[in-house]
């Protein structure tokens, strides 16, 4: 038996799955694609998270489109982050092309054109369904980790909530919150002091300062009614597909802060919404996070165990989270560690970071006699990558440089006409996209301090008013001792008297 039947067999036997699953293209051996010797990812393990990486121009954003349209054809509900606003040609079939004809024609896997149900969302004033939530959603605990709060002053977030709690005062967005804290050390001082404990100024200061730096990152658009149903992130079409679900960030890729606090809020909104799936032939949901540094980069130590603990606990929801990004160490170890699908393309050496870099990535790699790892990471072409995925045993497969299949969408971005073709025929946006602005902890508290105001200024000037006839009353003499003691009444006497005297 030559190399390649070797190799053919390896592939064949490590990717044979008695289950559904999806095929993302064929193995190769010494630079050639060996026909049929298809990478087949079962659908039972896709829970089970993954990582999507490589350099700049390599392929990940058609190996993402590839995954989501093909989930989407299973019947599997997708939502894709698109940072760089390439994704949207997913609602229409691709136009063809002579390279991917040749590039199916060796995998082995005939090329066919369509488009998927696409559904657009926006977190900021971009046209699509609008995703809001509101600060009592969030909790004080996720609250002050995005925040990156210290233990006191979490305690204080944890008292305004519970306070709020306590006095029906709902709290739907910034203003809300900013609002109570101000009340905690203002007109409510003695109020808080007496129930709760002593709140100190310096203390709500801090987190006022951080709330604005929030809010200056567009959050105040993202707090608040209507909030998200994540139910709706789990619709299938009339033809039995799963949506895409795309949300357009292309204009918050300067604001980390923003997508960080969004993507908590989501994952804990789909964790605590979601039932356990158990051991499930296959995912309820799968998140493509591209651009998944702008996550880690910039988050505190507590951001970064709530998204592990998150990452480690959603898969028992039916839920696959995947990771899009430039370089596997823009991952924190302890999420890597979760991933059970790997999909990497090439990686470029240009500095000695760049290298060691390289040789740290294919350690995280099976070991293969049919490749030297390292190099061959430095040498895949675009639309090639090392795939290792798991079995439907949760072991894991053989790794395989594999040639990608083409996209059956197309590889761009909607045109003006096109994407609001997709928003008009959306159903979500007439149930998301009006703004409501209810009664809540801002307004009642307004109303409150007012009236506590009026209140004091009536008493104020009962207490003049009272002061004024006190005062008048003992300043007026009574008008018989006036007469008694006036000068011509004394005088007159006093004649009387000498008359009688004489």
Do not use: W
Not at 137 to 142: A, D, I, R, Y
């Amino acid at each position: 038996m030559d190399n390649k039947e070797k190799f053919f067999e390896q592939i064949e036997q490590g990717y044979t799955t008695k289950g559904d699953y999806i095929t993302v293209g064929a193995g190769m051996l010494d630079g050639e694609t060996i026909t049929n010797a298809f990478i087949k990812i079962p659908l039972k393990t896709l829970n089970r998270h993954g990582l999507i990486a490589g350099a700049t121009g390599t392929g990940k954003t058609k190996t993402l489109q590839v995954l989501a349209e093909n989930l989407s054809d299973k019947g599997i509900p997708v939502l894709l982050m698109d940072l760089k606003g390439d994704l949207s040609g997913i609602a229409q079939p691709s136009p063809g092309h002579h390279k991917i004809d040749e590039r199916h024609e060796k995998i082995g896997l005939p090329f066919e054109a369509k488009g998927f149900p696409v559904e657009i969302l926006s977190l900021s004033e971009q046209d699509g369904v609008r995703l809001r939530a509101t600060v009592s959603e969030f909790g004080p605990v996720l609250l002050s980790r995005i925040l990156d709060l210290s233990v006191t002053q979490e305690g204080i977030v944890a008292v305004v909530f519970k306070y709020c709690d306590d006095n029906k005062l709902p709290l739907l967005d910034l203003k809300d919150f900013k609002k109570v804290l101000q009340y905690a050390t203002g007109e409510g001082k003695e109020e808080f002091q007496k129930d709760y404990g002593r709140i100190s100024t310096s203390s709500t200061g801090t987190i006022l300062r951080k709330i604005i730096e929030l809010e200056q990152q567009g959050a105040d658009i993202f707090f608040g009614e209507k909030s998200f149903d994540v139910e709706d992130l789990v619709r299938i079409d009339e033809n039995g597909r799963g949506y895409v679900n795309i949300i357009r960030l292309t204009d918050i890729q300067d604001r980390p802060k923003l997508f960080s606090t969004f993507m908590l809020s989501l994952l804990a909104e789909i964790y605590s919404t979601f039932p356990e799936q158990g051991d499930s032939e296959r995912p309820e949901l799968v998140l493509f996070i591209d651009e998944a540094h702008l996550i880690f980069d910039n988050a505190s130590k507590a951001l970064l165990d709530q998204i592990e603990s998150i990452v480690k606990l959603i898969r028992s929801k039916g839920i696959g989270l995947y990771f899009v990004t430039q370089n596997p160490t823009d991952v924190p170890d302890e999420v890597l560690a979760q991933l059970g699908l790997k999909v990497q393309h090439a990686l470029r050496a240009f500095t000695a970071k760049d290298r060691k870099a390289i040789k740290l990535t294919a350690q995280n790699y099976p070991i293969s006699e049919f490749y030297d790892t390292a190099e061959v990471l430095t040498s895949l072409g675009t639309g090639e990558a090392l795939v290792s995925a798991l079995d439907e045993k949760g072991r894991p497969t053989p790794l395989a440089a594999t040639m990608m299949r083409a996209p059956m969408s197309r590889m761009d971005i909607l045109t003006d006409a096109e994407l609001k073709d997709v928003l008009d025929q959306s159903k979500l946006i007439k149930k998301y996209n009006e703004e409501i602005d209810r009664e809540s902890a801002y307004e009642i508290l307004n109303e409150k301090i007012e009236k506590a105001e009026k209140e004091a200024e009536k008493e104020k000037e009962h207490k003049t008013t009272s002061s004024r006839s006190t005062t008048r009353r003992s300043t007026r003499m009574n008008p018989v001792v006036k007469v008694l003691t006036s000068a011509t009444f004394i005088r007159g006497v006093m004649g009387v008297l000498k008359k009688v005297i004489r």
